[in-house]
Nanobody
Framework: QVQLVESGGGMAQAGGSLRLSCAAS????????MGWYRQAPGKQRELVAH???????NYADSVKGRFTISRNNAKNTVYLQMNSLKPEDTAVYYC??????????????WGQGTQVTVSS
């Protein structure tokens, strides 16, 4: 099993910045993908960004150029630096990790979520 603990959520004004952190513990495989998802009221959960254990990243078009995902493998921690925040970034943000072995996903774990609120 894997446990994920998020921190860093809160409120910011438009144009401001926040930094989210997610610390993972438990059975973390050699090949894994850590990511951030978000869900606004009345909307489906969507991928914000993810990062592979080797360092490759991917971002949603809506956050490219504003958000940066990174990870510290020694600390089993993933970060999301959010700059130039917009009111439409308001959502609950969830940390996620997917374990892989021989090319197949063997585990999928979620944090409890942290609220991000951006005022205009």
């Amino acid at each position: 099993q894997v446990q994920l603990v998020e921190s860093g959520g809160g409120m910011a004004q438009a144009g401001g910045s926040l930094r989210l952190s997610c610390a993972a513990s438990g059975s973390i495989f050699r090949f894994n993908v850590m990511g951030w998802y978000r869900q606004a009221p009345g909307k489906q959960r969507e991928l914000v960004a993810h990062i592979v254990s080797g360092g490759s990243t991917n971002y949603a078009d809506s956050v490219k150029g504003r958000f940066t995902i990174s990870r510290n493998n020694a600390k089993n921690t993933v970060y999301l630096q959010m700059n130039s925040l917009k009111p439409e970034d308001t959502a609950v943000y969830y940390c996620n990790i997917k374990n892989y072995e021989l090319g197949a996903m063997t585990g999928d774990y979620w944090g409890q979520g942290t609220q991000v609120t951006v005022s205009s």
